[in-house]
DNA sequence: CGCCGGTTTGATACTAATCAAGTTAAGTGG
DNA sequence: CCACTTAACTTGATTAGTATCAAACCGGCG
């Protein structure tokens, strides 16, 4: 058995995932933390898999462990928004579902912890110091909605792409040395797209663009070098 | 003394601006909720007034109790983009104030309930339905905040336009006659704009458009009548 | 090798921004 | 009460940016 879960003090990990689940696994105590390491389940999805609709809310809370998950709205017509990307270690699912929901969807392919949605909501009940991490991860969720809201509204194709790719690499721990980025990027054009509220034309352009300025390089579809993180941020507006 | 008071099972008001704070009175106790009154106090405010900025955050909660409160963010070159409007009663000011905030200026005249964060934040470490509720508050701004994600990203001008006008039917308890609404925008039209990502301009020749194709008539600049509610509805692309 | 989804690039159309008057509404002071 | 000022709004002409339509390219895989 671990050390280091007899005491709450220190970093604690989830059992089965071994990863700290942001505001979850911190707020526990040794005790309630086996105790939810005995409900939650390690699952995999590949890209494009849907772990839960707009008209099917899910029957558990899950962390990202590894990969990005959208989150998306549709039209009736079709077109679509995608309204917020969960990387590793952020929590899935809502207390008290409601339904206005989100279509979610694995952007990549991806590792969750699932956790039984009747054993984390009996232990926020009892423990108020898991209810406010929750609680500060929907005003962290809420924030960067109303942020994606100034991209969406008032900057230009440029600047979307720009600022969607410092999102992924402030995001997704890319190689670093000096000013230097190399990551890859989890969506395919399509999704960024749809989270710019573009078309996947622009997208492309846009990035050639950033390449041929120099602000970039793309040494494979998906593989992106940043060769100075402080020139794509000026690529940003703001 | 009011009699409801003494019973915290029937809807219960604060004692000093005699509303139901939406998610703040409906979990307090009799008693509670009288400690609530002797701190809270009624405050107004003129269009365009700032109650906080971004860099000044706000010593204190408010209730909106009339008009409506607009939470802009800015990009460095003066594009500004309103992510939130705030009608009565919603609950004005967060929990554990982060530096990622809005600036919050009065969109209208407005009347506010103000309640000292010390007094908030007391009672809701030993409330936890208190807490529920601001919780739940935090998820309906969310899900808002994404809704709206879609409008900017995804609809026409002349869709942005109309879902707003049906926002505001919405939210403000129109005059209502059957199908028939009338009502004032609480926004100038450059506020309009910044809700919708547009220009003036464009927020005026969409109004004019829906004019003349018979969906509203503009009685005066900010007296708007939606002769069919559900002939506005068609307009908003969902 | 040839197919196929994802991507890039090109040509054109169209929506909304910009630039520029003009109009209405609301004050303000004589 | 009216002339004057100013801000808010509307309308028009033109331009710029992005979407749309169309074709070519590329990489992976049967």
């Known amino acids: ?16 995932c071994e990863i700290r689940h942001k505001g979850v696994c911190g707020a526990l105590s040794a ?90 909501e009996r232990m926020v009940k009892s423990n108020t110091a898991l209810a406010e991490r929750l609680m500060a991860q929907a005003l962290r969720e809420l924030d960067e909605a109303r942020d994606w809201m100034v991209t969406l509204g008032r900057k230009t ?11 992924i690499a402030t995001h997704l721990d890319p190689e670093t040395v000096g000013e230097k980025r190399r990551f890859e990027l989890p969506l395919s054009r399509a999704d960024i797209a749809d989270f710019l509220g573009l078309t996947v034309e622009t997208v492309s352009r846009q990035l050639s663009k950033l390449r041929t300025d120099g602000v970039i390089s793309i040494v494979a579809n998906r593989h992106i070098e940043v060769p100075k993180l402080s020139k794509l941020k000026a690529c940003c507006g703001s």
């Open 31 to 120: 005790e309630e933390l086996l105790m939810l390491s005995a409900h939650t389940r390690l699952v995999n999805y590949q890209s494009g898999d849907e772990l839960a609709g707009e008209k099917m809310p899910a029957e558990s809370y899950a962390t990202v462990i590894r990969g990005v998950v959208k989150l998306t709205k549709r039209l009736e017509d079709g077109r679509q928004q995608i309204v917020g990307l969960q990387f590793a270690p952020d929590l899935l699912g809502r207390l008290n579902a409601n339904e206005n929901a989100v279509s979610v969807e694995a952007a990549s392919d991806v590792n969750l912890c699932r956790i039984p949605k009747a054993a984390l």
């Open 157 to 167: 194709a440029a600047e979307k792409v720009a600022s969607f790719l410092l999102l």
């Open 1 to 16: 058995m671990r050390k280091d879960i007899h005491n709450s003090n220190i970093p604690v990990r989830c059992m089965s």
